[in-house]
């Protein structure tokens, strides 16, 4: 048996490497989304490598969550690059994918 090219596990993401950008003091309404090929699965996002912006959090469902209060930023960092893990439900199939995402102070 030959195989060529890559593997399909069935999920992949759609959202590009770099995400956006967060305002401080502006609630983040930045996300990331993949795509399974069977309809019936249920996708948990997962932070795995690298940091959020101070103030922001990933939640299960892929939504950035939070404010960044520019009294508490003491960082010079603009840029920040980490790696989320979506996986379905039954920890059948899952991928990885670096992303970026700027900050605005």
């Known amino acids: ?35 399974a090929d069977a309809d019936d699965r249920v996708l948990n ?3 795995t490598e690298g940091s959020l912006p ?5 939640s299960p469902n892929g939504n950035f969550i939070g404010v960044i209060d520019k009294d508490d930023y003491t960082d010079s960092t603009r840029a920040y690059t980490f790696t989320v ?13 670096e992303f970026t995402i700027n900050v605005d102070i």
Do not use: W
């Open 45 to 47: 996002y997962s932070l």
């Open 1 to 35: 048996m030959k195989i060529i090219g890559d593997i399909d596990i069935g999920i992949a993401f759609t959202t590009p490497t770099i995400i956006g950008t967060v305002t401080t003091g502006i609630p983040c309404l930045l996300n990331v989304e993949a795509t």
């Open 85 to 97: 893990t979506v996986s379905d439900q039954y920890q059948a199939s899952a991928t990885d994918k």
């Open 54 to 58: 101070p103030g922001i959090t990933l």
